[in-house]
T-cell receptor
Framework: RKEVEQDPGPFNVPEGATVAFNCTYS??????FFWYRQDCRKEPKLLMS???SGNEDGRFTAQLNRASQYISLLIRDSKLSDSATYLC?????????????FGTGTRLLVSP | NAGVTQTPKFQVLKTGQSMTLQCAQD?????MSWYRQDPGMGLRLIHY???????DQGEVPNGYNVSRSTTEDFPLRLLSAAPSQTSVYFC???????????FGPGTRLTVT
């Protein structure tokens, strides 16, 4: 089983739609969770950190369910510019350097 | 701030050749890492550094060397290129062990 698993998609949605991605992780001791966004042929960039109580940043909402070991990302009112691959990232708990484990990503295509 | 810079952007090598991928950051971050990204796989950690003079291996270190003589620079050396090293290489830096990583634009390497 992969440490971080995501549905690769693609998710094809029209502009204005709401779309949700899930991600599961295997290490119950993980404590840091992130969603990164990666545009085609570009570097990953942090979209948002994910906190236990859930957090929102504009149209984006992230949730963490520790009991079930999954993380979700909800995008409301999708824009064409939201088309990208969304990477779920979880830390592998160790002392010293924080090793991040990256999912393979979920691709989102928003069409007019 | 330029952030994290990488050179070259593209490189083609023949099997057995050696080369150095350059990475520099101007954010005075202590933590720097090298990742490779291959289709269908998440980013995988090659080597990392927690400060000048300190480096350690990640998940996939074979065939690569690193050094960290200054806070700013973290070059990755391919000792004898192999086709299996064809990939996109990302350098990243972070201000501490638990915070978000900032990625460079990547180097696309093809080994023939």
């Amino acid at each position: 089983r992969k440490e971080v698993e995501q549905d690769p998609g693609p998710f094809n949605v029209p502009e204005g739609a709401t779309v949700a991605f899930n991600c599961t992780y295997s290490n119950s001791a993980s404590q840091s969770f992130f969603w990164y966004r990666q545009d085609c042929r570009k570097e990953p960039k942090l979209l948002m950190s994910v906190y236990s109580s859930g957090n929102e940043d504009g149209r984006f909402t992230a949730q963490l369910n520790r009991a079930s070991q999954y993380i979700s990302l909800l995008i409301r009112d999708s824009k064409l510019s939201d088309s990208a691959t969304y990477l779920c990232v979880v830390n592998r708990p160790l002392t010293g350097f924080q090793k991040l484990v990256f999912g393979t990503g979920t691709r989102l295509l928003v069409s007019p | 701030n330029a952030g994290v810079t990488q050179t070259p952007k593209f490189q083609v090598l023949k099997t057995g050749q050696s080369m150095t991928l350059q990475c520099a950051q101007d954010m005075n971050h202590e933590y720097m890492s090298w990742y490779r990204q291959d289709p269908g796989m998440g980013l995988r950690l090659i080597h990392y550094s927690v400060g000048a003079g300190i480096t350690d291996q990640g998940e996939v270190p074979n065939g690569y060397n690193v050094s960290r003589s200054t806070t700013e620079d973290f070059p990755l050396r391919l000792l004898s290129a192999a086709p299996s090293q064809t990939s996109v290489y990302f350098c990243a830096s972070s201000p501490d062990r638990v915070r978000v990583q900032y990625f460079g634009p990547g180097t696309r390497l093809t080994v023939t």
